[in-house]
Structures are given as C-alpha cells and as structure tokens.
C-alpha cells in the first residue's frame, strides 16, 4: 500500500540526497536540488534525512493515498491541499486511505519536496534511491513519474510522537531576486579583471534553458583572456561554467560529471537551495566570499538543522521556552507553530 499517481505534474521524480563515489566512472550523483528542504521533509516525519522524498517541480501532481501514513511538505510552496483543504508548509500531516494531496499553483519558488514516513519502496541503486534521468536508473524504473504510476511505502506510521511540534516556521524560498555567494575558482585565472568585476556585480537572469543539469543564465557576457576551453575536470555541483559566448551556466545534480569550459567560480553549498528554486526570469547577483567564510556559513547551517532535529524530538528543552505555540484544528488532529528557532 502506498501512493497512486492519479496525475503526474510538470517533472516529479524520487530524489534523496544523492548517489555518492561513481562520479569518477560517469554517474552523476543527481539527488534533491534543495537538499535542505529534502532533509527537513523527512526530519519532519522521523525518515533519516537521506530517504526518498519526491521532488516536485512547479505544477504538482495528484496523489492519491492508498493506506494510512504520515506526509510533510517542504521547499516551494505550490499550494499544497489536501482533501480540498488548504495545508502548511513544513509540517507533518496525517492522512488516510482516499485522501487525495494536489498543487494550485507556484507560490514562491521552484521545487517542493514530499516525505512520507517510513520511506518509499523504490530500489536502491549505487547507495541512492535517486533518479537519474540521463542513465535511466534509480527512482521509479529511472524516470519521471507518469500517470498511473504506484509506489508503495516501506514502513508508513499511523501517528508520530510529539505531534503538536511537527510544524516548523521555516522561511520560505525568496521571490524572484536572490543573491548567490560563491568561491572563486579554480579557473578564474582564464577571465578578464574588468570580465570578473562584472561577473560579480552585474545581476543575471534566468533563462528558458533551465533544469536539473543547469541553468543557462542571460546578462552580460564575461569576456575570457584567451579561451573558454580547457583540459576537461571535475566538475561539481553549482560550478559555474562559462563558454566562449561569455554567458554563465550553473551546474547542478544531474550535471554531467567533466567538463572542458572554464569555471569562473562554484556556489557554496548553503546557496545551493537558493539556485534550486530559481525559475524562469527570476534574477541572480553573485557576492564573492572566502573558503572560510563558507567553512563558517556551512558549520553554521549544519547547527541549525541539528537545532531542528532537537526540536521535532524534544531533545533541547531550551529550544522549547521560544516557542509561541498557535493551536491550528484540521479534520484529524490540532498541530502547533514552532516559532524562533535559533
């Protein structure tokens, strides 16, 4: 018993956090693009933070549930319902066999993530639940889902313990402007002094060429010493490539996993999410930081998702005397905002 895919949406696939150590033999790592929200999702519902979640991208399908289980929706908000009803971002739902959960429409961002407790039951391949669309591996039969598709669940839970704190105040993905901080490197020798300056203070928009492999960005073009290409390296999730045309392209989870273009610099790991939920026409500045400031940013993001897990467990009581708690009545049980975590 588990979910029927009654309509599919725009690009919904399995996603966890990724397939990790066969890069160097060709394989993408692919995973969630907004990590985070994937982590938060499955906390939410007592998953490990890398079980399978179904990553959705702007229309949302409709699913409908086949037995009980607990579910929480994290990332975009694409107007989530349930039953017809209105439900919140990142808390944790009851649902039962019948209940159906759609999408409006985009509210704020790009890509909301779906968690069910107790996982999905879908293979693991190479140590990942993950779908790589390019190999067609992972995931349900290594593609998006369709309609009519099935996926069972593992282990789903009737109820959860501490209920009323499966409902966290997260602030959700930014509107259309965003700023991104990124390390510079490790070709930024192969552009111009004035070709960086401009990379770093002119502002990039997101054109219609966009998806899981990378976003084609529009502004000005970054004009190069020599020559765009080099010797094809590594290449890693968020490096920012930039061709001879001069206009950058982020590269993201199901990147390919070499490239011969020169990288004018990498997104740090904690405004990943940031990039995730851009779509088209939002705007993107770049602001250029150290490797240690990014060392401190990803300690400090590592902190506050362990501050989370601490919460939905009861484990910090500290944690708890922030709390301003608004009783909330849905048709199953009454849940809480948990407000101020720092």
């Known amino acids: 018993m588990g979910i029927q895919i009654v309509k599919a949406g725009l690009f919904t696939t399995v996603q966890d956090l990724g397939c990790v150590g066969y890069q160097n033999i060709g394989f993408s790592s692919s995973g969630?693009?907004?990590?985070?929200?994937?982590?938060?999702?499955?906390?939410?519902?007592?998953?490990?933070?890398?079980?399978?979640?179904?990553?959705?991208?702007?229309?949302?399908?409709?699913?409908?549930?086949?037995?009980?289980?607990?579910?929480?929706v994290t990332g975009a908000d694409l107007g989530p319902k349930l039953n017809g009803q209105a439900i919140e971002m990142y808390a944790a739902y009851k649902v039962r066999e019948g209940d159906i959960l759609t999408f409006t429409a985009p509210q704020q961002g790009c890509r909301a993530y779906v968690a069910f407790a107790g996982g999905l039951d879908v293979p693991v391949v190479m140590g990942s639940k993950s779908t790589n669309i390019k190999c067609k591996i992972g995931g349900y039969m290594g593609r998006r889902l369709q309609d009519h598709d099935y996926i069972g669940f593992l282990n789903p839970k009737r109820t959860l313990p501490r209920m009323e704190e499966r409902n966290l105040d997260i602030e959700l993905p930014e509107p259309k402007k965003v700023k991104v901080r990124v390390l510079p490197g490790p070709q930024d020798d192969y552009f111009t002094e004035e070709g960086i300056q401009m990379f770093f203070s002119e502002k990039y928009k997101v054109s219609n060429d966009f998806d899981r492999m990378g976003y084609k960005l529009e502004g000005p073009s970054i004009p190069h010493k020599e020559t765009a290409d080099i010797i094809s390296d590594g290449i890693a999730f968020g490096a920012i490539q930039v061709p001879s045309h001069g206009k950058p392209i982020i590269m993201?989870?199901?990147?390919?996993?070499?490239?011969?273009?020169?990288?004018?610099?990498?997104?740090?790991?904690?405004?990943?999410?940031?990039?995730?939920?851009?779509?088209?026409?939002?705007?993107?500045?770049?602001?250029?930081?150290?490797?240690?400031?990014?060392?401190?940013?990803?300690?400090?993001?590592?902190?506050?998702?362990?501050?989370?897990?601490?919460?939905?467990?009861?484990?910090?009581?500290?944690?708890?005397?922030?709390?301003?708690?608004?009783?909330?009545?849905?048709?199953?049980?009454?849940?809480?905002?948990?407000?101020?975590?720092?």
């Open 32 to 72: 969630a693009m907004d990590q985070k929200a994937c982590k938060i999702a499955n906390l939410l519902v007592d998953n490990d933070i890398n079980e399978a979640v179904l990553e959705v991208v702007l229309i949302g399908p409709t699913i409908e549930f086949t037995t009980y289980n607990m579910i929480a």
């Open 252 to 342: 993201v989870a199901d990147r390919q996993t070499t490239g011969g273009y020169a990288k004018i610099g990498n997104v740090i790991s904690v405004d990943l999410p940031k990039v995730a939920q851009r779509k088209m026409g939002d705007s993107i500045r770049f602001q250029r930081v150290t490797m240690r400031e990014a060392q401190m940013l990803y300690r400090e993001e590592a902190e506050s998702l362990e501050s989370i897990r601490q919460a939905i467990k009861g484990e910090n009581p500290e944690l708890h005397k922030k709390n301003h708690k608004k009783k909330r009545f849905w048709r199953f049980w009454p849940s809480a905002f948990l407000r101020d975590m720092k």
